[in-house]
């Protein structure tokens, strides 16, 4: 018989310290994590993360741009070691990666045409009328939603990225695009054929506004427990908000701290 040893995996916390170094991966959903015009990868996400890294002992940071959907997997495979967008923590995401601690509360929206030629209402709307095809993130939470609210399967486009999103609603593809709420404000605001909307009322079930966070390989644990220590005493100083001010984030998506 030949036994094969395989060599043990080296610790990311250890690794990443030493050589002062880690990688990211993100999918371009502005304000949380885009590429501005100078080339720096940016948004609320990537910025955090910066400061929670340098606490840790890493001062740089490398970053891999993925379709959202593809994240995960190549996450578990090694292609980077966190994730940093913001990523809603669900069930089915906690079966096959870890999360850090919520740094955000976000609520939902939809992106449409200026003035709104549909008169749409939000996720319920969209889903419940035959002439409406909204637009999701592939892999996004989104998509759940609107099949929640009965949205049929050929009334749900699903599209690799925020670019292509908007081009759908643009050219009239999809009559809207089921996002963040911070996402189709800033949407929005970067392009005046476009209006935001929230997804639901106050008085709607799935109304409120859901935790994001970071996302790591479960075997990774020990990297992770330092960041959430890290990320935990960050948040908790005047700099975080300053941090995440300049994208849309304000005190009122600041996670109860725990």
């Given at each position: 018989?030949?036994?094969i040893?395989?060599?043990a995996r080296?610790d990311l916390?250890?690794?990443s310290?030493?050589?002062?170094?880690?990688?990211?991966?993100?999918?371009?959903e502005p304000?949380?994590?885009?590429?501005?015009?100078?080339?720096?990868?940016?948004?609320a996400?990537?910025?955090?993360?910066?400061?929670?890294?340098?606490?840790?002992?890493?001062?740089?940071?490398?970053?891999?741009q993925?379709?959202f959907?593809?994240?995960?997997?190549?996450?578990?495979?090694?292609?980077?070691?966190i994730?940093?967008?913001?990523?809603?923590?669900?069930p089915?995401?906690?079966k096959?990666?870890?999360f850090?601690?919520?740094?955000?509360?976000?609520p939902?929206?939809?992106l449409?045409?200026?003035?709104n030629?549909?008169s749409?209402?939000?996720y319920?709307?969209?889903?419940g009328?035959?002439?409406v095809?909204t637009?999701?993130?592939?892999?996004?939470?989104?998509?759940?939603?609107?099949?929640?609210?009965?949205?049929l399967p050929?009334?749900i486009?699903?599209?690799?990225?925020?670019?292509?999103?908007?081009?759908?609603?643009?050219?009239?593809?999809?009559a809207?695009?089921?996002?963040?709420?911070?996402t189709?404000?800033?949407?929005a605001?970067?392009?005046?054929?476009?209006e935001?909307?929230p997804a639901f009322?106050?008085?709607?079930?799935?109304?409120?506004?859901?935790?994001?966070?970071?996302?790591?390989?479960?075997?990774?644990?020990?990297?992770r427990e330092?960041?959430?220590?890290?990320?935990?005493?960050?948040?908790?100083?005047?700099?975080?908000?300053?941090?995440?001010?300049?994208?849309?984030?304000?005190?009122?998506?600041?996670p109860?701290?725990k």
């Amino acid at each position: 018989f030949i036994f094969i040893i395989q060599p043990a995996r080296e610790d990311l916390l250890e690794h990443s310290r030493h050589e002062g170094t880690v990688r990211l991966g993100y999918s371009p959903e502005p304000p949380f994590s885009y590429v501005d015009q100078n080339g720096r990868v940016t948004g609320a996400w990537p910025e955090v993360a910066r400061k929670v890294l340098e606490r840790m002992g890493i001062p740089r940071t490398e970053w891999v741009q993925r379709e959202f959907g593809l994240l995960l997997d190549e996450l578990n495979e090694g292609r980077f070691d966190i994730v940093s967008m913001g990523m809603y923590v669900t069930p089915e995401r906690e079966k096959i990666v870890a999360f850090s601690v919520p740094t955000a509360l976000i609520p939902e929206g939809l992106l449409v045409p200026r003035g709104n030629p549909l008169s749409l209402k939000g996720y319920a709307d969209a889903a419940g009328r035959t002439n409406v095809v909204t637009a999701v993130l592939d892999g996004a939470v989104e998509d759940a939603l609107l099949r929640r609210w009965a949205a049929l399967p050929e009334r749900i486009l699903r599209v690799p990225d925020v670019l292509s999103g908007v081009a759908a609603v643009k050219a009239g593809r999809a009559a809207a695009l089921a996002l963040t709420l911070p996402t189709v404000f800033f949407l929005a605001h970067s392009d005046e054929t476009l209006e935001a909307l929230p997804a639901f009322s106050s008085s709607e079930a799935g109304a409120g506004a859901e935790p994001a966070a970071y996302a790591f390989r479960k075997e990774d644990r020990r990297f992770r427990e330092a960041f959430d220590r890290a990320l935990k005493e960050f948040m908790a100083t005047p700099e975080y908000l300053e941090t995440i001010r300049p994208f849309g984030f304000d005190e009122t998506m600041r996670p109860p701290a725990k």
